[in-house]
């Protein structure tokens, strides 16, 4: 029988995680369909305002009794007022990357709140524990988006079950019922999937988005210098191209929105572009390595069933 995941006080669930992603990939509607499966949906927060986020937390409790979390990048300039705002919204949790705040555990501990911290090392889970983290997501190269390491997964997982007492949740790679087997034996307590759902009807992702990760090859996922200061993993295309090496692109207007950001380009504008369809010659199209094994855009439902099916 499949254990359950339980984080903190929350109640026990099935132990998949659908990884926030921004910009505006993962809203209301992807988070609910996951919770309504019995999993933890998460609404990515970074990249909107406080108020855009209130709504799309009130929208997913209007879609799902399940359970529903925000991930905000700390990065983000905005990143208190918006984790403030989840928490005064009632979230079940929020998870956060790209650097530890030690204030979001005290936030979240004076409001009852899980909090859950995003590593790619024991030494930084070690710290996230001790700091309150009701558990961590350890991700490794594989991942879409931002990364913290160019370890592999598998490498880096053990070494973290075996330095916490808390939920250890794998991201990274994971598409399928044998990669979720896979990690569970390493002694995941579950995992945290973002390309696979990025891939479903539910996604907010315009169509071509979609495409693009059904046609893409294991060669196309390339690495991306991101002006947040870290490595990204993203589809190769004319944008990848144009921000290759030290070239740059020029930012017609900037809103300060990340903490510190190098301007090589607007990640924003790339994000948003990727987002919506239009300017996809200019889209930054975050992935994870193994979008190969992408074959078709399916609804939450079924990926859940197939997953259920095989494990
Ligand atoms: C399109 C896209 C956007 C992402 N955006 C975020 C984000 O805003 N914050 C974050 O912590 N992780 C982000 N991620 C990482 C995912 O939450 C997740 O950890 C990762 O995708 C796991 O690897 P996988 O894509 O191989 O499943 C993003 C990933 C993708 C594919």
Redesign the pocket.
Known sequence: MLKKLKIGSLPECFPII??????R??TAPLAAAVANEGGIG?I????MSVEELRNEIRKARNLTNGIIGV???YAVSQFASLVKAAIAEKIDLV????GISRDMYAWGKNAGVAIVS?VSSARLAKISEKFGAAAV?V??K?????LGTDRPLREILPEVVGSVNIPVIA?????DALDIKEMLALGADG????????ASQESN?CQE?KDLYVKADIDDVILVKSPVGLLG??IHSEFTDSIAGDKERKISKCNECLKQCSKKYCIVEA?NN?LIGEKFDKAL???????DKIKEILPVKKIFNDILNRL
Request: aromatic residues 6%; glycine residues 22%; hydrophobic residues 55%.
């Open positions: 659908q990884g926030g992603m921004a910009i990939i993962s998460i990515a927060g970074t990249g991930n905000v990048l998870i956060s990357g790209a995003i997501v991700e490794g594989e991942a879409g988006g931002h991201a990274g790679g994971i598409i995992v945290q999937m973002g390309t696979r759902f990025a992702a988005f993993r993203a994000l990727a199209i975050f992935a994870g390595e193994r979008v």
